[in-house]
Structure formats: C-alpha cells, structure tokens
Nanobody
Framework: QVQLVESGGGSVQAGESLRLSCAASGRIFRIYVMAWYRQAPGKQRELVASISSDGSSNYSDSVKGRFTITRDNAENTLYLQMTSLRPDDTAVYYC?????????????????WGRGTQVTVSS
C-alpha cells in the first residue's frame, strides 16, 4: 500500500517560519499532483497549495507570497516552507497526492492523504 506521512509541525510565534515535509512510501509507480491542505477548528478543509510533477505550483490567496511548495520527485517527498506565519495559519496541515501504484501494469491508485500535522501560531 501507499502511505503519506507529514512532519515538521509545531508551535511558533507570529512572524516565525516552519517547514513541513510529507514523505510518500510504498509501491509507487508515479506521483502526479501533490498538495497541502489545512483545516482549522470549526472550519472546512481548504487547499493551501498544489504542485504538479513538472513543478508548476498554485497557491491560495491567503498564503501567496509567504508559503512555498516544492517537491523532490526522486525522494517522493513534498515540502511546504511557511514564512511570516500568522495566528490564522493555525490548523492541521494535510498532504495529499495523486499516485499510481504498482510495479507493472495495470496500475491502481488514486488520491491518498496523510494523517496531518498540527501547526499552531500564537500572537
């Protein structure tokens, strides 16, 4: 099977930085789009940023200019560099990935999710 494991969350002061990582493991043939989502208490899960396999990225307006999404295709790892953090960035951050699974055709797979990592920003 496939697993996505996030790390790097924590508690910081406003204005500080954090770097999240998400490592994918398993019988991975190929990973297409990878993304970071977040869910704050009492709110719906929202897309933070996404990145395609060729490195094209998109950001939500709320994080544009402060967060940077990158990926290491050789290591099947996704990153989110977060700077100038604000209290309203407080949430559980999840990574997701569109993954094809298997060592030979026919490949299976779909969208996989990690369990999340908590980011808390205090003022």
């Amino acid at each position: 099977q496939v697993q996505l494991v996030e790390s790097g969350g924590g508690s910081v002061q406003a204005g500080e930085s954090l770097r999240l990582s998400c490592a994918a493991s398993g019988r991975i043939f190929r990973i297409y789009v990878m993304a970071w989502y977040r869910q704050a208490p009492g709110k719906q899960r929202e897309l933070v940023a996404s990145i395609s396999s060729d490195g094209s990225s998109n950001y939500s307006d709320s994080v544009k200019g402060r967060f940077t999404i990158t990926r290491d295709n050789a290591e099947n790892t996704l990153y989110l560099q977060m700077t100038s953090l604000r209290p309203d960035d407080t949430a559980v951050y999840y990574c997701s990935a569109d993954i094809r699974v298997g060592i030979m055709p026919p490949y299976t797979g779909g969208e996989y999710w990690g369990r999340g990592t908590q980011v808390t920003v205090s003022s």
